[in-house]
């Protein structure tokens, strides 16, 4: 921990030694009362008490906004690598989105007395939620289900009881909008008569 105070400016930069280094510039913190803070050692592979000046214990507790997101959003990126710049902008607004999700979480469950849950397991949760709605199985439909009854149909033709005697004149154009019969497969432009607005529909 290195530190150097300019007197006349009123300002201290100091040098605390994490990790990496981290560089602060105060003007109203100093480095005094020093305290001791528990941070993990990457080579003993344990937590150690590393000493912890002023300034960077009220940075850490006063901590907030932009800084808290954006460290918050660096714990867990989308590991990609693709020469589509947009993609990383893509994966990160939802990074942002999901964060600042958790951020909003953990200030209601402070003020329902709950216990919270860490940012991994909110993400895995919300992962899962989003893969298993409206999960279908690949392939074709099962003859078996029951919801895949009404499109199995043989496709049949209009029944023009109301028009084929009223000794009106049909007027055969396409269907501007691609649409589907309720008993056809398809959702090709069909042949539609522009004077009763009906689709013909080829048994």
Known sequence: MDSSVDVDAYIIALRWYDNKKVDVISSFVEEEPVTSVSCWDKKEKKKVDVPCPAA????NKNMGGVDLLGSLTALYKAKIKTRRWYIYIFYHSI??????SWLWYRCYCKLLAEKEI?????????ASALISVDRRKPGRPSVENPNSQQYLQKPCAHSFQLWMFDLMAFIIGLCGIPGRHARCLSARRSPLCTAANVKFIYA
């Open 95 to 100: 990074n942002m989105v999901l964060v600042t």
């Open 118 to 126: 860490k940012l991994s397991s909110f993400l895995n949760q919300v």
């Open 56 to 59: 960077i214990h009220h940075y």
